[in-house]
């Protein structure tokens, strides 16, 4: 129950800030967005650090699995589908990025002890699939193969997370605050180098709503978001973990229900009811 806790947790922020990212990047580029949420959590972090009298690994080798994380983990895909949202739906842009729990489950088959795949998980992870494609609306697939190299960017930011979680599970240990923040120095210095170069921020004038959003990211989906995550990865595994991607359709959803007035149909339903199937087939032990 506590690792299901711990993954309605990550839905409920991680689902969530897809709108929050709408709001920032109406006057905020998408480097500038993604370099911004990521420091502003390195600073939260480091200071509860170091409130709790902890301090970050000494120089050595310990940091080379810690900067393979905020790379992978952050950085790259943060801009990667960014970048690709510019030029694609983000209907399809949730089809492709729920591609991950598939790649997750196949790179832990070979890398991960205990993450083999089975007939139940490789068929519930099959029919979540089709649960979001169903939920996003089949007529966002007309649009695979157009623009191809967006499409690319947002699989490649989907990859980075799978290769991410089954990295985390082999390599995090001791104090999860300490690897957060870790992971999180390590990311600013990968994606505040390509904001300052790509998109001149001192250009931009955010609006109120676009701060708000940033700061909210920053703190949750970022910040709190990477303890929980890595706390999730040690605990149930990458694959348990890579289920988020298909729940959190089910809060941007929700979201748009209760925030926005928005009615879903038939097709949303049978989508959400084919997403908890997968799910509950994919966690079946055998007799």
């Known amino acids: 129950m506590r690792n299901w806790a711990l993954l309605a947790a990550l839905v409920a922020m991680w689902g969530s800030a897809f709108m929050f990212m709408k709001i920032g990047v109406a006057t905020v580029a998408p480097a500038t967005l993604a370099a911004a949420r990521i420091l502003l959590a390195a600073a939260v972090l480091y200071w509860l650090m170091r409130a709790r009298g902890l301090a970050l ?15 992978l983990g952050n950085g790259l895909p943060f801009f990667l589908i960014a ?6 739906d983000s209907a399809l842009a949730g089809i492709l990025i729920s591609a991950m729990p598939l790649a997750t489950m196949l790179l832990a088959h070979f890398l991960v002890a205990g993450e083999r795949i089975t007939h139940h998980r490789a068929l519930g992870f099959a029919i979540g699939f089709a649960g979001v494609i169903v939920l996003m609306g089949p007529a966002a697939l007309t649009g695979l193969g157009d623009q191809a190299l967006a499409q690319a960017a947002v ?6 997370y799978a290769c991410n979680s089954v990295l985390a599970r082999r390599t995090i240990a001791g104090d ?4 957060s923040t ?4 390590t990311a600013s210095i990968t994606i505040v180098p390509v904001a300052l170069l790509v998109d001149y921020p001192w250009r931009d004038a955010p609006s109120a709503g676009s701060i708000a959003a940033i700061v909210w990211l920053g703190i949750g989906p970022t910040a709190l978001a990477t303890i929980l995550y890595f706390r999730l990865i040690a605990a ?3 694959t348990f973990m890579s289920n988020v991607n298909y729940l959190s359709p089910i809060v941007a959803l929700a979201a748009g229900m209760l925030l926005m007035g928005e009615r879903p149909g038939p097709t949303a339903v049978s989508g959400l009811l084919l997403i908890l199937c997968g799910i509950a087939l994919s966690r079946r032990t055998p007799a």
């Open 182 to 185: 870790a992971v999180l120095i």
């Open 236 to 238: 149930a595994g990458p």
């Open 57 to 71: 690994p000494p120089p050595g080798r310990r940091w080379l699995p810690l900067i393979a994380l905020g790379i």
């Open 176 to 179: 999860f605050l300490v690897s």
């Open 155 to 160: 699989l490649g930011g989907a990859l980075c």
């Open 83 to 88: 970048w690709g949202q510019q030029f694609i």
